[in-house]
């Protein structure tokens, strides 16, 4: 999975972008106030990586696969 692809997933899920600083971009949900960082570059992420964004995120597996289908 490529960083943007997350990225689009948080978006879809309600994050809304609060700071981007160098290739780093914090989200934040407004309604939960969970944050969570998305490093963008060029490779895929680790799937370690992917579980810590979505624990951060407090978005459940089934929930994220539903996002990432559409």
Same mark, same amino acid.
């Given at each position: 999975m490529?960083?943007?692809?997350? =990225?689009?997933? =948080? =978006?879809?899920?309600g994050f809304v972008i609060i700071r981007t600083r160098g290739s780093h971009i914090l989200l934040r949900h407004p309604v939960t106030k969970r944050a969570t960082t998305v490093l963008m570059h060029s490779g895929d992420l680790y799937r370690r990586t992917i579980a810590n964004t979505l624990k951060q995120a407090g978005l459940?597996?089934?929930?994220f696969l539903r996002l990432l289908k559409h």
């Open positions: 490529k960083p943007a692809e997350m =990225l689009r997933v =948080l =978006l879809k899920a459940p597996v089934k929930e």
